[in-house]
């Protein structure tokens, strides 16, 4: 499959908006937008460690992989501490399997490296993208699980970046 693929933009928060549908399994950018909860993963993108990337099939995104910094006080799903920032990860469901979103979680991951000590997700228990966290070196955050938003079982992933340390 033939796509292009190149870092988030601040102008691109509209197509965000509807990565963010997808990787929320809602059915309407409406529902997405009205929920405090979901919303705050794309809304005034742009903002401190907002970064990712995005691919494209002729002039129409297809996937999305971003991260988004969180506080004590306005933590995501994913949340670890404020230092790690959270990824939100979308593919469009006709590109699923064609190795768009391995790629597009790498670049972010590379993007991120030396920025910041680790990056975290919160993911659905029953989601098959599990495997490929872990085939990427994602661990399961230990006691961590917990009911989501639709009623299903949810847990944190990390990803830690190696950082040498260098005897003086």
């Not at 190149?6 to 399994?25: C, G, K, S, V």
């Not at 966290?133 to 944190?156: H, P």
């Amino acid at each position: 499959m033939d796509y292009t693929v190149r870092p988030l933009t601040i102008e691109d928060e509209p197509i965000l908006w509807t990565m963010l549908m997808y990787a929320a399994h809602e059915n309407s950018l409406e529902s997405v937008q009205s929920q405090p909860i979901l919303s705050r993963y794309v809304e005034g993108w742009g903002r401190f460690g907002d970064m990712g990337t995005v691919a494209f099939v002729n002039e129409n995104a297809i996937a999305s992989a971003w991260l988004r910094l969180w506080t004590d006080d306005d933590r995501g799903f994913g949340y670890i501490d404020s230092t790690i920032p959270e990824l939100a990860i979308a593919v469009l469901p006709e590109y699923r399997g064609n190795g768009v979103g391995t790629t597009l979680l790498k670049q972010v991951l590379r993007s991120a490296q030396g920025l910041f000590p680790a990056v975290c997700l919160s993911v659905r228990a029953d989601n098959p993208v599990v495997n490929l966290y872990q085939r990427l070196g994602f661990v399961k955050v230990e006691s961590n699980e917990v009911v989501n938003r639709v009623g299903s079982i949810s847990f944190s992933m990390v990803y830690k970046f190696n950082i040498e340390v260098t005897e003086s």
